[in-house]
């Protein structure tokens, strides 16, 4: 960052929050986090002593979970980085329509209007690729693609999406992130995501079952999805307001079969079995096209899925991560209410 800001990021203790508020403070930001701990708090408690971090549980979905947030010393946020969420579309199938439009669309609705209400400037909000759907005429989607979701997960980002766009021309400026799939370790690791678990499987069982054998996707290293958005939350005003980037890089497409030969290549052992078996839903076999983040902000991703393997085979090796097949390390656990 350029200079210190106070930035507040809701969901800050999931596995992208967690990641970003470390760097936020790095960088010398005041950072306030409001979370509701569904997957608990550890990945937090190493900032508590900092002297610019603030801490608040709250369901952001409640009005006025905001401003009691906000600390006396620094009150009004700079920007806010919305992360709260149900992430995926077999977490958001679980729950049911109901409550994933309630985490996913009216809390977003929420918290835009309480924190423009405060004067915040710039509000980043955290998309998906998924909702492109499977391409048309094979070629790679841009940011101006037709929207044709297949899953109630994208139905939710598609609603939240649009109405923040219907508010770019408002005192707060909405920026919109469409993450391809990430991998990688955080504070708050997730193993329910294909890069993560490939490794998990082929180390504590020593076998890979793999289903939908012929579909690819575009991969990111979750530490670049957080250098993403804090030059999202850096850019020229021209270059956020009801912006959308697809964030992610070509260097990141991959296919099942590559990833395999990746995980074996660190773990040969490995027994792959393949099985004909589709699951329906959020199918993501589609090319993306990254021109627009790269040419705009200036982004290009650092890590590659054989650094992402490579550092998940060690956390596991070293036991840095003592029990992964701990529900808290997936989305598997929710609230209903």
Not at 9 to 23: K, R, V
Not at 40 to 68: I, M, N, Q, W, Y
Not at 193 to 215: C, H, M, P, S, W
Request: with cysteine.
């Amino acid at each position: 960052m350029n200079e210190k800001k106070h930035i507040l990021i809701t969901g800050g203790a999931g596995y992208i929050g967690s990641l970003l508020t470390s760097e936020l403070l790095r960088a010398g930001n005041y950072v306030t986090v409001v979370d509701n701990l569904l997957y608990g708090g550890e990945s937090l408690l190493g900032f508590l002593a900092h002297p610019d971090f603030h801490f608040t549980k709250a369901d952001v979905t409640e009005p006025g979970s905001v401003r009691p947030a906000l600390s006396r010393a620094w009150p009004k946020p700079d920007a806010v980085v919305h992360l709260a969420g149900i992430v995926g579309f077999p977490a958001c199938q679980a729950i049911g329509k109901q409550a994933a439009w309630k985490y996913n669309v009216e809390a977003v609705k929420c918290v835009f209007e309480q924190v423009s209400e405060l004067g915040t400037a710039r509000f980043v909000f955290a998309s998906t690729y998924s909702n492109y759907g499977p391409p048309v005429d094979g070629k790679a989607v841009t940011e101006e693609s037709p929207l044709t979701p297949q899953s109630l997960y994208a139905e939710t980002k598609i609603a939240a999406e649009q109405y923040l766009l219907a508010q770019k021309n408002t005192a707060t400026a909405p920026l919109i992130f469409r993450l391809t799939t990430l991998y990688g370790i955080s504070p708050r690791t997730r193993f329910d995501l294909v890069v993560n678990q490939f490794v998990l499987d082929a180390y504590t069982k020593r076998e890979l079952i793999i289903y939908q054998r012929g579909y690819s996707r575009s991969f990111i290293h979750v530490r670049d999805v957080v250098c993403g958005i804090i030059l999202g939350l850096n850019a020229p005003e021209a270059l956020a307001r009801g912006q959308v980037y697809n964030l992610g890089d070509q260097a990141g497409d991959y296919t099942k079969d590559e990833i395999v030969g990746l995980v074996i290549k660190r773990l040969p052992e490995t027994v792959v079995t393949y099985k004909d078996l589709t699951f329906g839903g959020d199918i993501r076999d589609i090319s993306i096209s990254f021109d627009k983040i790269r040419n705009a902000l200036g982004f290009a991703a650092d890590m590659t899925v054989d650094d992402g393997v490579r550092e998940v085979v060690h956390t596991l090796r070293t036991g840095l991560i003592r029990d992964p097949q701990d529900e808290k390390y997936t989305n598997a656990r929710f609230i209903v209410q």
